[in-house]
């Protein structure tokens, strides 16, 4: 996945509707709750929601094995699930094929629901599905490796794609142990 998501995490100093600058106001909804947003003048009603980004995650099954994916722009031994962005009138689960299609090269047979969860580094929602494929797996252009693993090797990590691992093992009553993971940046942060 490239850097697109920072735009939800970005503060426009412009408004994209009519070019004149934002600033923090107070921002009522339909609620009655006030809060503060970056906004343009009233008579325009641009509001900056900075709304989740919503993103596909695929725990991939591929002849009894899971496989787990390296992007090119992560470290070393850093795997974590197929992903990708959700397209603009696009169902999840031809998301998810499309990405592993995309990303690994494989044909996705079933996808099943396996629950969805908040990246708060990158502003995210990551719907996660089993997705059970077939084919030959070809890497695509964002992947640097991919590593197969037998379902009970897994060890899930403690924040986004990582707790899809953990529910999907927990529901298959197989034993794990979370896999530490230094502390991440959020995009544009200096370590």
Request: proline letters at 6%; charged letters at 25%; aromatic letters at 10%.
């Amino acid at each position: 996945m490239g850097g697109g998501a920072a735009l939800s995490l970005e503060s426009f100093a412009f408004c994209p509707r009519c070019g004149k600058p934002l600033a923090d106001r107070p921002i009522t909804d339909i609620e009655g709750i006030t809060t503060t947003r970056r906004a343009c003048e009233a008579a325009c009603g641009y509001v900056q929601w900075k709304n989740p980004v919503p993103v596909v995650g695929a725990l991939v099954e591929y002849e009894a094995d899971i496989i787990l994916a390296r992007n090119v722009a992560w470290p070393d031994k850093f795997f974590a699930l197929v992903t990708g962005y959700l397209e603009a009138n696009e169902d999840p689960r031809r998301a998810i094929a499309r990405e592993v299609k995309e990303e690994i090269g494989l044909d996705v047979q079933e996808t099943h629901l396996i629950g969805n969860y908040i990246f708060e580094l990158k502003n995210e929602v990551v719907m996660c599905y089993h997705a059970i494929a077939t084919g030959t797996i070809v890497l695509g252009k964002e992947l640097a490796e991919y590593r197969r693993f037998k379902p009970h090797q897994l060890r899930p990590w403690r924040r986004g794609t990582g707790l899809a691992v953990a529910d999907w093992m927990r529901a298959r009553n197989l034993p794990f142990e979370w896999l530490e993971r230094p502390p991440l940046k959020r995009e544009g942060e200096k370590a």
